[in-house]
């Protein structure tokens, strides 16, 4: 399944509101987490990324109606970036399918960092593959997308609370239609 623009505008419709396995629902989860993309200078494909990068989620809510089993590894990046490909291109896509990898490695060599995630991310972590051994550190880090993953995934932490101020969805679809291909 591939989706288009209007799709992407349906499923945060659709599913925005639900709370997945964290706190603050998937929409300010989106929002919250492209706005401090933006705050940090971040590049137009990045802002996108940050603003979809758990759509893999919305996709799974939508194909079981709703009924998801969270303690299930959803492998929401890797459909995520699949579903994303035919309208935005890597620079949008890669750091998306690599937004789990990256937490993987930031726990790795951060432990403040494992400190700091959400309780839905620290029970994912394991069904994720847990910590990195060395040898999957040095591939990661020979990503090209190796440092935007990494920039995502601390927004994505970051974009968790309850009180940051946020644009509306509708303030991204300019700057959507823009990076699509
Ligand atoms: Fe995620
Ligand atoms: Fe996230």
């Known amino acids: 399944m591939t989706l288009a623009l209007d799709n992407i505008y349906e ?41 979809l990068h758990d759509i893999g989620h919305l996709v799974h809510l939508q194909n079981e109606n709703g009924k998801v089993n969270i303690s299930v590894n959803d492998s929401h990046e890797a459909v995520g970036a699949r579903v994303l490909a035919n309208i935005f291109s ?12 990256a937490k993987r490695y930031l726990c790795t060599i951060e ?5 700091s995630l959400s309780l839905g991310s620290v029970h994912s972590l394991e069904t994720q593959g847990g910590l990195m051994t060395p040898d999957e ?28 101020k946020v644009a509306p969805f509708a303030y991204y679809s300019e700057l959507m239609s823009k990076v699509a291909r």
Request: glycine letters at 6%.
């Open 11 to 51: 499923l945060f419709e659709k599913w925005g509101s639900n709370v997945y396995d964290e706190k603050i629902s998937q929409i300010d989860h989106a929002l919250q987490t492209a706005t401090l993309a933006e705050q940090s200078g971040s590049n137009d494909e990045l802002v996108i990324a940050a603003l």
């Open 90 to 101: 890597p620079g949008v896509t890669a750091p998306i399918a690599l937004h789990v990898e």
């Open 111 to 115: 432990p403040e960092y494992f400190y």
């Open 137 to 164: 550190m040095q591939r990661f880090e020979n990503h090209p997308s190796f440092l935007a993953a990494v920039a995502l995934r601390r927004w994505d932490e970051g974009g968790k609370i309850t009180n940051l």
